[in-house]
């Protein structure tokens, strides 16, 4: 009998909600579990499958010495490891506390920030180890989680969108926020995946899904003075 993929699923400094995605696989993931063989995953269930892993998908950033250590442990035993949501792909909300100082923080949020044992940066994988592909989104989007694992299966690249969140809404016949009410968005440089879900409820994308491919934020911001103020609905004396 051929030997089914062994696939683990790991945590670091992160909330969950790209894990539970797979979970919210649901009759997809019967197919899945008929095809792999989920070894470890923590958050599914106490099992310790031994590696080599075939796939390891990771979650979260790495924030504390440990974590250095363990997801350099991690790549050592997987022979394809895809870092999936904005924590692992490019250090997630908990990287703006790289904009400060790190122990500052520990000394008002702890009673004994001398325990604390953290890095001064919340870092992507990518930062630590080589990284066969990383996966955007907070959290991830079920069909692409899917399509990755299926396609490390298969043994080709994965078929992920990387143009703008605009396309997407064009395709969805979306009104443009942006043109036609002067809401701030962020669809021009963000990379597909959601749906355009935002733009649809009439909001503006808050780029969840990073970057696109060969963004351009300059053109975004040296409007005329006139335009900004009319897209952020303020006036010169206000």
Request: hydrophobic share 40%; charged share 20%; aromatic share 6%.
């Amino acid at each position: 009998m051929k030997r089914r993929p062994k696939i683990a699923v790991w945590k670091f400094a992160s909330c969950d909600g790209c894990q539970l995605t797979l979970l919210d696989c649901e009759d997809e993931l019967l197919s899945v579990a008929a095809r792999v063989d989920i070894a470890y995953f923590l958050e599914a269930s106490s099992a310790r499958g031994r590696g080599p892993y075939d796939l390891s998908l990771v979650e979260g950033s790495i924030t504390t010495p440990d974590d250095v250590e363990r997801i350099r442990h991690v790549r050592r035993v997987s022979k394809h490891l895809v870092a999936i949501g904005a924590c692992a792909a490019a250090g997630g909300i908990q990287a703006l506390r790289d904009l400060a100082d790190v122990r500052e923080f520990a000394s008002v949020v702890y009673a004994r920030p001398d325990y604390i044992s953290t890095l001064e940066r919340s870092t992507p994988i990518s930062a630590h180890v080589p990284v066969d592909f990383e996966l955007r989104g907070c959290p991830i989007d079920k069909n692409q989680l899917l399509e990755v694992i299926g396609s490390f299966i298969a043994g080709r690249r994965p078929a992920i969108p990387a143009h703008s969140v605009c396309v997407d809404c064009k395709a969805r016949g979306n009104t443009c926020v942006l043109v036609a009410h002067g809401t701030p968005c962020l669809g021009p440089i963000t990379q597909a995946g959601c749906g355009a879900l935002c733009p649809l409820w009439n909001r503006g994308c808050f780029g969840c899904f990073g970057p696109k491919e060969t963004p351009n934020p300059a053109a975004l911001t040296p409007c005329p003075e006139q335009k900004i103020l009319r897209l952020f609905g303020s006036h010169r004396d206000a």
